[in-house]
């Protein structure tokens, strides 16, 4: 009876070690998740490349990102993974009198194992899931690149302007002296002086409007960055242009073959094919091993065969699929999501064609101007207030006139800054819309 007795636990254990190693040939391994940014400081002399790696690192909005990539991507080893094993215990309130003995007690031990092919669908829905919300991830970070990008060069292009504005006001004000020192020598008229002193006055209220609109970027900057608002902001990298090896069609082919806004939609679309898959085996049967041990004791008669032998019970189950129409329903939900997706990428594509032609039309315009300005109406701008400020002087002309062209002049140093930033703004937004660097 010791001899039997072992014999049925070892056949048990045979049975649970049977199931232990179904389990784990169909349970999934979660995916390696990647290492979360690095922590990056800032030098006094920050460049914008040193800016972008903080902002990366910094960037609450990255990071949300981020830890939803992660997050999705524990969930298919949640969803590709059996269901727990299910271990029973029944005791007999009376006892089962059998020829071997009276039944006592009893052990269940079962597993659930999903029709085939359903878990490894069900993994392939969350991991193109997870790969749409990495993609997300990729634009969140290029998006962050334009904005900082963006708002630095504002910043800079605020502070030429400053600068300009401060030289001219600064010139106006020597003019300004000298012109009452004639006014009083009644050698200039009461009107010239006037006009000068109204230059005077824009002059000022443009310098006062350009540091105070200096100040709110730079707290958009900051913000950007996840630094505090006031924290100096160091502006060293110029605006310079960049040769573009690429042609507008081609840029916009290598937006739609890079672009993570429509590698995302790429990604959703093939987890809803593989949803319509999952849907379409919805009602396919769910099967349950299992196997029952009974404790028995010995039989009341002397000398019965096998008395106390416990029984041990191996059994399966198939879940029974009644309710159709919630099976119908799986089937019309997955291919609504898939058309949705597919919708989703068609609009995307051509919400991303539309700013394309936009940010594009910007660089080529503000390249025109650079060009224009730089070799053209500056050049042109010095040589006109070189001679009127010869003439001026031998009293050919008027000191208006001189204004007028020293006014012209810095307007146009103004607008070229103003061609510089603009150049760079839309190479980083061209670069953040195609996902992928277009200068050589």
Known sequence: ????????????????????????????????????????????????????????????????????????????????????????????????????????????????????????????????????????????????????????????????????????????????????????????????????????????????????????????FNAALDRETGADISLVTEPVTSAIGLSDDEIVTLALERSPALQEHDKLILASIAGIKLANRGAAPNLTFGVDYVQTGEALTPGVFESGKDPIIAKIGLSVPLWFGKYKAEKREARARNLSALDSKKATENMLRTALSRQLFKFHDASRKIDLYKNAMIPRANQALTVTQREFGTGKTDFRNYIDLQRELFGYLLSLQRALTNYRQSLANVEALAGAKITQ
């Open 1 to 220: 009876m010791c001899y039997t007795k072992a014999k049925n636990k070892q056949s048990i254990l045979t049975v649970l070690l049977l199931i232990a190693i179904i389990g784990s040939s169909l349970t999934l391994t979660p995916g390696s998740a990647s290492a979360e940014p690095v922590e990056v400081t800032l030098a006094k002399d920050a460049t914008l490349a040193d800016y972008l790696a903080y902002a990366e690192a910094n960037s609450p909005t990255v990071s949300s990102a981020y830890h939803n990539w992660q997050a999705a991507l524990e969930r298919a080893p949640q969803v590709g993974s059996l269901p727990d094993p299910k271990l029973g215990f029944a005791e007999q309130l009376e006892s089962v009198e059998t020829r071997v003995g009276p039944q006592q007690r009893k052990f269940s031990l079962s597993q659930t194992l999903p029709w085939f092919g359903k878990l490894g669908l069900r993994k392939s829905v969350a991991q193109e899931r997870a790969n749409a919300f990495e993609q997300r991830y990729i634009a969140r970070k290029l998006q962050l690149e334009a904005q900082v990008t963006n708002l630095y060069f504002e910043l800079y292009y605020l502070s030429q302007s400053i600068s300009i504005v401060q030289d001219n006001l600064t010139l106006i004000n020597e003019w300004e002296n000298v012109a009452e020192t004639k006014y009083r020598s009644a050698i200039l008229s009461q009107g010239k002086l006037a006009q000068i002193q109204i230059e005077q006055a824009r002059l000022s209220d443009d310098l006062q409007t350009q540091k105070e609109r200096f100040a709110d970027v730079s707290v958009a």
